[in-house]
């Protein structure tokens, strides 16, 4: 059982980014999956989520209208497309997945973690 993210690094203000994660080893359409993130001294926080068959999804305010999640059932994968990214979105960012059927915002309903990417947005 396996979530591998990737596709993080380091961006300017303004720029993109596209996060994938792949997913192994479990059903991937039984469960709803997520983004979460963790800055240097802060709490893990909800990012984004998208429900088991798409394409009901859900975001945090913070993010809402310059993120994009989505994934592909097929590939096994989630995918987080960051537009005008911001210095405060500078965080690692954890691929999740959980089997609720509304998709969890809370790190205490997540089933499973990826291993985390890193995303620094310069200004």
């Known amino acids: 059982v396996q979530l591998q993210a990737s596709g993080g690094g380091l961006v300017q203000a303004g720029g993109s980014l596209r996060l994938s994660c792949k997913a192994s080893g479990f059903t991937f359409t039984s469960y709803a999956m997520g983004w979460f993130r963790q800055a240097p001294g802060k709490e893990r926080e909800f990012v984004a989520n998208?429900?088991?068959?798409?394409?009901?999804?859900r975001y945090a305010d913070s993010v809402k209208g310059r993120f994009t999640i989505s994934r592909d059932n097929a590939k096994n994968t989630v995918y987080l497309q960051m537009d005008s990214l911001k210095p405060e979105d500078t965080a690692v960012y954890y691929c999740?997945?959980?089997?609720?059927?509304?998709?969890?915002?809370?790190?205490?309903?997540?089933?499973?973690w990826g291993q985390g990417t890193q995303v620094t947005v310069s200004s």
């Open positions: 998208i429900l088991r068959n798409g394409p009901i999804t």
């Open positions: 999740a997945a959980d089997r609720g059927l509304t998709g969890a915002q809370s790190t205490s309903y997540i089933d499973l």
